[in-house]
């Protein structure tokens, strides 16, 4: 069982930045490839983003694309999500997860191993 705790939620203005962090408790998390997803309230999750074993492949959300930037450091256990020019709509619970299998494409909450309990990021107007 992997264990992923995420952090660097909070309020944030229309326009701004914030970065979100997932640190894995598991010497396996470079081995696995890792998503983001989220949930606005009264919707369903959604695929954000996802990246690869060694980072060298990540495939984004249209919603997201050109504005949100995914990254990891294996030799921390950790992977990053960059948010800039956020909007009121980006507003949602975003959550961490694992998966064993990544080919490169976009994600399903089917496709994912192991899920965080998700951290909640606030966009005003």
């Known amino acids: 069982q992997v264990q992923l705790v995420e952090s660097g939620g909070g309020l944030v203005q229309a326009g701004g930045c914030l970065r979100l962090?997932?640190?894995?408790?598991?010497?396996?998390?470079?081995?696995?490839?890792m998503g983001w997803f989220r949930q606005a309230p009264g919707k369903e999750r959604e695929f954000v983003t996802a990246?690869?074993?060694?980072?060298?492949?990540?495939c984004y959300a249209d919603s997201v694309k050109g504005r949100f930037t995914v990254s990891r450091d294996n030799a921390k256990n950790t992977v990053y999500l960059q948010m800039n020019s956020l909007k009121p709509e980006d507003t949602a619970v975003y959550y961490c997860?694992?998966?064993?299998?990544?080919?490169?494409?976009?994600?399903?909450?089917?496709?994912?191993?192991?899920w965080g309990e998700g951290t909640l990021v606030t966009v005003s107007s």
């Open positions: 997860a694992a998966t064993r299998y990544y080919s490169g494409n976009h994600l399903t909450i089917n496709d994912m191993d192991y």
């Open positions: 962090t997932c640190a894995a408790s598991d010497r396996t998390f470079s081995s696995y490839g």
């Open positions: 990246i690869n074993w060694n980072g060298g492949s990540t």
